[in-house]
């Protein structure tokens, strides 16, 4: 079902943290068509611009997780995946001792301007090369393009640490999970994917990746929105999609109920669930829709 246009403009006055809650809840409204419209072609850009949502937290607490639940929720092309992992800094001048040495999990080793960069032309509406970074060379090349969609998924633990990429977000979420479950996820997923020993990920560990996460990723939680914080032992902190048509989805979020989005009014991050993510981002995706129908209808 599509829903109704006048529902594209909805905004929510609370704030949290000196800040509008729902910085946007869906695009804004089209300018109505009379005698005198001046709506335009950037007029319907504008009402279209993807809605941005940054997920944060520390390594091994399911980012990764949950922004594939996501995507597997939402028909396909309508979520894209924004990785800060895909922005380290080209190294690959340094040799082998020098590359070994680097702290991966610290501010400066991102190129967050290329990043912020690539954030605006998708969110203006432009294709991007996402960069293809080799973790053992320390080398940035020409990766796959990416296309703009309805909603950008913006990922990494350091992601809410930086203003530019702050303010570029319309909504923020922390996942927060106890350190040592955290633990038992890195090591998995270092020896799986990035070639590591068990020892070798606790001694990484040990030196950067706990250090920083207290210094650089933990306090960047007072910047979310919203906060994931329970997780039971040998349990995913995010519950599995349901099996079938992710199309099923697609309909009217309702406005109360177990699923209901947060209230604000509170200056700390609120506790949300995948259901509440999920509302959000179909109730903007329908809102794009109207908008676009309502364009083509008018001729844009």
Same mark, same amino acid.
Do not use: N, W
């Given at each position: 079902m599509e829903l109704p246009l006048q529902r594209c403009g909805f905004r929510d006055v609370g704030v949290l943290s000196a800040r509008p809650y729902f910085r946007r809840m869906a695009p804004d409204p089209l300018p109505q068509q009379g005698p005198n419209s001046t709506r335009t072609a950037a007029?319907?850009?504008?009402?279209?611009?993807?809605l941005v949502i940054g997920i944060a937290g520390g390594s091994g607490s399911g980012k990764s997780h949950l922004v594939h639940r996501l995507q597997a929720r939402l028909p396909a092309g309508q979520v894209l995946v924004f990785p800060q992992d895909a922005y380290y800094h080209d190294r690959s001048d340094l040799d082998l001792p020098a590359r070994q040495a680097i702290n991966f999990d610290a501010p400066q080793?991102?190129?967050?301007?290329?990043?912020?960069?690539? /954030?605006?032309?998708?969110?203006?509406?432009?294709?991007?090369?996402l960069p293809d970074y080799d973790y053992w060379a320390c080398r940035r090349s020409p990766?796959?393009?990416?296309?703009?969609?309805?909603?950008?998924?913006?990922?990494?633990?350091? =992601?809410?640490?930086?203003?530019?990429?702050?303010?570029?977000?319309?909504?923020?979420?922390?996942?927060?999970?106890p350190e040592d479950l955290r633990l038992i996820q890195l090591v998995e997923r270092d020896k799986a994917e990035r070639g590591?020993?068990?020892?070798?990920?606790?001694?990484?560990?040990?030196?950067?990746?706990?250090?920083?996460h207290h210094r650089h990723v933990l306090p960047s939680r007072e910047h979310a929105d919203w906060i994931w914080t329970r997780f039971a032992p040998g349990q995913s902190p995010w519950p599995v999609a349901d099996e079938g048509s992710s199309?099923?989805?697609?309909?009217?979020?309702?406005?109360?109920?177990?699923?209901?989005?947060?209230?604000?009014g509170t200056s700390k991050p609120?506790?949300?669930?995948?259901?509440?993510?999920?509302?959000?981002? =179909?109730?903007?995706? /329908?809102?794009?829709?109207?908008?676009?129908?309502?364009?083509?209808?008018?001729g844009h």
């Open positions: 007029d319907v850009r504008k009402a279209t611009k993807p080793a991102i190129d967050f301007d290329y990043m912020v960069r690539d /954030l605006d032309r998708l969110v203006s509406g432009q294709a991007i090369a990766g796959p393009t990416l296309e703009p969609a309805p909603i950008i998924v913006v990922e990494g633990i350091l =992601v809410l640490t930086q203003a530019a990429l702050r303010e570029r977000m319309d909504h923020r979420l922390f996942i927060d999970i590591r020993t068990a020892d070798e990920v606790l001694e990484r560990y040990q030196a950067t990746v706990g250090p920083m199309d099923a989805v697609l309909k009217e979020p309702s406005p109360a109920g177990e699923h209901a989005l947060p209230k604000p609120r506790p949300i669930d995948l259901e509440q993510l999920v509302q959000i981002m =179909v109730q903007h995706v /329908l809102c794009v829709r109207g908008q676009q129908q309502d364009a083509r209808q008018r």
